[in-house]
T-cell receptor, first 111, second 108 residues
Framework: DTAVSQTPKYLVTQMGNDKSIKCEQNLGHDTMYWYKQDSKKFLKIMFSYNNKELIINETVPNRFSPKSPDKAHLNLHINSLELGDSAVYFC??????????FGSGTQLSVL | GQSLEQPSEVTAVEGAIVQMNCTYQTSGFYGLSWYQQHDGGAPTFLSYNALDGLEETGRFSSFLSRSDSYGYLLLQELQMKDSASYFCAYFGNEKLTFGTGTRLTIIP
């Protein structure tokens, strides 16, 4: 029973393409997040949603569009992919702010 | 600005004790969390300090001093499986901000 699951685990695509990453949590948490981890392992928040409402949009290019159809799902759509988008993207959820549960990550490689 | 600084690398011997430090600078602060991440894996929660002092969970302990804007994670009885990256993170301004991370290498 995976608590936070995201798909796909690996995503290899060409520059300019559009891709989506899906995330689902079965923990009953109200808040979900997208984090980006770069090659230096720096983890940076991109978005957070609380009960389907956008709370944080951390100056992410508008090519990135999160969508939360319900509080258990938070998907990330990326338009016109660029080389610099290559990274690992983690979905996470929490009830309190101190303890996040992370998905296994999506390794995105833009060629 | 808001930032958390951690030493980039630490090496320690199996069976020993290691302390990994975290200093932070932020305008709003509610507490300090610690996460472990193995290569190729996801960050997993280890510990949280809302108040000054020491929190102990098995072989892991975490300390916070708000007056010094400083915290540390202490690992005892080190095992090879403890080789991983360790991140401190603080909650403030409605988000969890992560530090730069310390890569811990355990040697026999």
């Amino acid at each position: 029973d995976t608590a936070v699951s995201q798909t796909p685990k690996y995503l290899v695509t060409q520059m300019g393409n559009d891709k989506s990453i899906k995330c689902e949590q079965n923990l009953g948490h109200d808040t979900m997040y997208w984090y980006k981890q770069d090659s230096k392992k720096f983890l940076k928040i991109m978005f957070s949603y609380n009960n389907k409402e956008l709370i944080i949009n951390e100056t992410v290019p508008n090519r990135f569009s999160p969508k939360s159809p319900d509080k258990a799902h938070l998907n990330l759509h990326i338009n016109s992919l660029e080389l610099g988008d290559s990274a690992v993207y983690f979905c996470a959820s929490s009830q309190g702010v101190e303890k996040l549960f992370f998905g296994s990550g999506t390794q995105l490689s833009v060629l | 600005g808001q930032s958390l600084e951690q030493p980039s690398e630490v090496t320690a011997v199996e069976g020993a004790i290691v302390q990994m430090n975290c200093t932070y600078q932020t305008s709003g602060f509610y507490g300090l969390s610690w996460y472990q991440q193995h290569d190729g894996g996801a960050p997993t929660f280890l510990s949280y300090n809302a108040l000054d002092g020491l929190e102990e969970t098995g072989r892991f302990s975490s300390f916070l001093s708000r007056s010094d804007s400083y915290g540390y994670l202490l690992l005892q009885e080190l095992q090879m499986k403890d080789s991983a990256s360790y991140f401190c993170a603080y909650f403030g301004n409605e988000k969890l901000t992560f530090g730069t991370g310390t890569r811990l290498t355990i040697i026999p």
